[in-house]
T-cell receptor, first 115, second 110 residues
Framework: IAGITQAPTSQILAAGRRMTLRCTQD?????MYWYRQDLGLGLRLIHY???????GKGEVPDGYSVSRANTDDFPLTLASAVPSQTSVYFC??????????????FGPGTRLTVL | GQQVMQIPQYQHVQEGEDFTTYCNSS?????IQWYKQRPGGHPVFLIQ?????EVKKQKRLTFQFGEAKKNSSLHITATQTTDVGTYFC??????????FGTGTRLQVFP
């Protein structure tokens, strides 16, 4: 693999179900991010991790959790999905924390629909 | 909290016309990055500006960072159909995170 991969590509989920979106990068980047993209609202940061073993809350963290057990993987979990979590989810990574002058590399995205 | 707004939200142009999108922050930014997202695709990094008043060019694209480091613009000269997509600015903050703008969707008619 090269870059960032996300799985699944798309998913339709019943409300109340638990779901984990997977993200893997092979660039050995320290920082990783989860964004959701909704029409008219741009990209909003859900959670981030500046280095393996640490995580932080972004702009819209409620209803989501993350873990960073190693450098490569950064899964995003919806404990009990709700329709307002219908969105396109992008995982991204950067060599160091993005605000510190580092570009972000994005995965292909996961389109999630919660019914 | 910190916000980064972009205008316009949508822009339709005839091929060959110029296009500009503007990005405004409520607070001073450490740097500004620009990304392009093709329809159905993911954001791709275009450029980063760091210095006050900085101007950078990439072929037909001109990027500017304001003197107060609170605003930025992207200007495309003589648009082509390949320019279609959504353009996002993203401002670096003192908390080491990027705040993305709301994006401008560009449609180019041949």
């Amino acid at each position: 693999i090269a870059g960032i991969t996300q799985a699944p590509t798309s998913q339709i989920l019943a409300a109340g179900r638990r779901m984990t979106l997977r993200c893997t990068q092979d660039m050995r980047h320290n920082a990783m991010y989860w964004y959701r993209q909704d029409l008219g609202l741009g990209l909003r940061l859900i959670h981030y991790s500046n280095t393996a073993g640490t995580t932080g809350k972004g702009e819209v963290p409620d209803g989501y959790s993350v873990s960073r057990a190693n450098t490569d993987d950064f899964p995003l979990t919806l404990a009990s999905a709700v329709p307002s979590q219908t969105s396109v989810y992008f995982c991204a990574s950067s060599v160091r924390p993005a605000g510190a002058y580092n570009e972000q590399f994005f995965g292909p995205g996961t389109r999630l629909t919660v019914l | 909290g910190q916000q980064v707004m972009q205008i316009p939200q949508y822009q339709h142009v005839q091929e060959g016309e110029d296009f500009t999108t503007y990005c405004n922050s409520s607070t001073t930014l450490s740097n500004i990055q620009w990304y392009k997202q093709r329809p159905g695709g993911h954001p791709v990094f275009l450029i980063q500006l760091v210095k006050s008043g900085e101007v950078k060019k990439q072929k037909r694209l001109t990027f500017q960072f304001g003197e107060a480091k609170k605003n930025s613009s992207l200007h495309i000269t003589a648009t082509q159909t390949t320019d279609v997509g959504t353009y996002f600015c993203a401002g670096g903050t003192d908390t080491d995170k990027l705040i993305f703008g709301t994006g401008t969707r560009l449609q180019v008619f041949p």
